[in-house]
């Protein structure tokens, strides 16, 4: 029987890159298993969720739950891992702010499961059957399967969350300064997010061509640009998501000649990340009228993925609900 600190990983809805940061520690991940016991970690080592239930209340030192809460599951994965756990870190973007797969709460939960059972093309489904939680074959024999939330949450919408490490993924360095901070006890207040809370502009290596006032005229999308690689992306016309983001990813994205998408979130000073980058554009257009506007806005087709990429579950208007779902939330509380 160990002595060491127990950690825990779980994912979520996400897409995996999660996981892979933690082995993208390379040699370091030595280091970091002669520290801890890993208990639970379903994508690596063979545990199951009543391994988890046998544990004593609060036995693991930290769990790192990474992903965005959809499913009932996914839901109680985490509630139960909140009981067992000393610290539990939100990791990566869709934890913290919903993510990318927040990106449907632009839709109904009705509509999204009419489109993928009812209407896609390649479906054949006549008789328009949907998946049950519950399901007792002639054997009867019962199947229980996941249901399917109103919305996409983040997860401290759903359990208490002690700290977050941001980014899509976080990156090795900031894993390995968290964890050995975790481990030796020498950590900021409760709550904090354990990366820089300064913006990324402030840390860009192109800032100093970043222009005072940018007075845009059109809007280009990256893919059709050949972009100058010494230049503020936003003198060029591109939506950048630096001055509104969190510093940390060492500018990853600037350096490979790819404006930030913001997935490491806002600082503390601000509290809608999507609306500040708004707000900052937007003030900063030339024309005045609204034809002028209308024209180079038009250069920005998904202004909720381009400005709410990872954080739609964290932002102002969280999503878009219907008759059908509302009636069903008021019977399932605040799912």
Not at 37 to 60: C, H, L, N, Q, Y
Not at 73 to 97: P, T
Not at 154 to 176: E, F, N, R
Request: net charge negative; hydrophobic share 35%.
């Amino acid at each position: 029987m160990t002595d060491k600190p127990k950690v825990a990983f779980y994912w979520c809805a996400s897409c995996g890159g999660c996981e892979e940061s933690v082995v993208d520690l390379a040699e370091a991940i030595l280091e970091v298993v002669q520290l801890v016991d890993i208990v639970f970690w379903p994508v690596a080592i063979d545990t199951k969720k009543a391994d988890v239930e046998r544990m004593a209340d609060g036995s693991i030192a930290v769990s790192l739950i990474n992903g965005a809460v959809r499913t009932s599951e996914q839901e109680e994965m985490a509630q139960l891992l909140r009981r067992k756990s000393q610290l539990v870190v939100a990791y990566g973007s869709c934890a913290q702010m919903g993510g990318i797969p927040a990106l449907a709460n632009q839709y109904s939960r009705e509509r999204i499961l009419r489109t993928v059972y009812e209407e896609v093309p390649t479906v054949d489904n006549p008789n328009k059957v949907r998946p049950q939680p519950d399901y007792v074959d002639d054997a009867q024999i019962c199947v229980h399967l996941p249901e399917f939330r109103q919305r996409v949450r983040s997860l401290d919408q759903v359990v208490d969350v002690d700290y977050t490490l941001p980014g899509c993924p976080p990156t090795p360095k900031l894993l390995a300064e968290a964890l050995h901070a975790i481990l030796d006890g020498n950590l900021p207040p409760k709550g904090t997010v354990l990366a820089p809370d300064t913006a990324l502009c402030d840390a860009c290596p192109r800032k100093d061509s970043k222009p005072e006032d940018v007075g845009y005229t059109e809007f280009k999308r990256p893919h059709w640009t050949i972009l100058d690689p010494e230049k503020c992306f936003l003198a060029q016309g591109v939506v950048c998501m630096g001055p509104a983001t969190r510093s940390g990813c060492d500018a990853q994205c600037i350096r490979g000649n790819m404006p930030c998408t913001g997935c490491f979130g806002p600082t503390s000073r601000v509290h809608d990340q999507g609306a500040k980058i708004v707000s900052s554009i937007c003030s900063s257009i030339a024309a005045e009228d609204s034809d002028g506007i209308e024209s180079t806005l038009s250069g920005i087709p998904d202004p909720v993925g381009t400005f709410y990429r990872y954080g739609l579950s964290k932002c102002l208007l969280r999503g878009r609900v219907d008759a059908v779902d509302a009636a069903r939330s008021s019977q399932e509380g605040t799912r």
